[in-house]
């Protein structure tokens, strides 16, 4: 296994456009998050899943944006109608339950909202 | 007060100097600390994971926590100029997310 993998690496939208990330964890981890990071900041917790179940959804996490993992393998990160404060790094990061704070990270996707 | 502080720096220091990087966090609670280091651009990438207090020693890295002053801390010995990243300090929080801190820009010179 390679660590987690991230799709697309970069994408540019216009403002009020739909965006869809994907993210594919380590293979046997059980726990996948979500963070957001913002130039010169550290990552900010969005949401995580325990299996396919989303157990904790950071305040940051308007109603414009969804995240599921529907088998409890990959996992999907959609932002509505973008606005460009939404422009960031996501990343995904995957653990073991039995050891969650040893989070792995992907390489992130850099979105920007024009 | 933001729960882990971090000084952004940025910290310039010459070939084979030992760094010091710090972070405070404000909640006892806290059991679980993490150093990453991230590359321009790039996923951060897990260094070091300790429990409790006490040192930890990795190769030419060490982290150290001290829960009676809040107080961790990341020392690379020896550093080289391949050292030169963002290094961000993170704690476990109670929802099982990480909590980070702004990060800190070391720059190596040869």
């Known amino acids: 296994d390679t660590g987690v993998s991230q799709d697309p690496r970069h994408k540019i939208t216009k403002r009020g456009q739909n965006v869809t990330f994907r993210c594919d964890p380590i293979?046997?981890?059980?726990?996948l998050y979500w963070y957001r990071q913002t130039l010169g900041q550290g990552p900010e917790f969005l949401t995580y899943?325990?299996?396919?179940?989303?157990?904790?959804k950071s305040r940051l996490l308007s109603d414009r944006f969804s995240a599921e993992r529907p088998k409890g393998s990959f996992s999907t990160l959609e932002i509505q109608r973008t606005e460009q404060g939404d422009s960031a790094m996501y990343l995904c990061a995957s653990s073991l339950v039995t050891s969650s704070g040893e989070q792995y990270f992907g390489p992130g996707t850099r979105l920007t909202v024009t | 007060q933001k729960e882990v502080e971090q000084d952004p720096g940025p910290l310039s220091v010459p070939e084979g100097a030992i760094v010091s990087l710090n972070c405070t966090y404000s909640?006892?609670?806290?059991?679980?600390f993490m150093w990453y280091r991230q590359y321009s651009r790039k996923g951060p990438e897990l260094l070091m994971y300790?429990?409790?207090?006490g040192n930890k020693e990795d190769g030419r890295f060490t982290a150290q926590v001290d829960k009676s002053s809040k107080y961790i801390s990341l020392f690379i010995r020896d550093s080289q100029p391949s050292d030169s990243a963002t290094y961000l300090c993170a704690v476990e929080g109670s929802q099982g997310n990480l909590i980070f801190g702004k990060g800190t820009k070391l720059s190596v010179k040869p």
């Open positions: 293979s046997e981890h059980n726990r």
């Open positions: 909640n006892s609670a806290f059991q679980y």
């Open positions: 300790t429990y409790s207090s």
């Open positions: 899943f325990q299996n396919e179940a989303q157990l904790e």
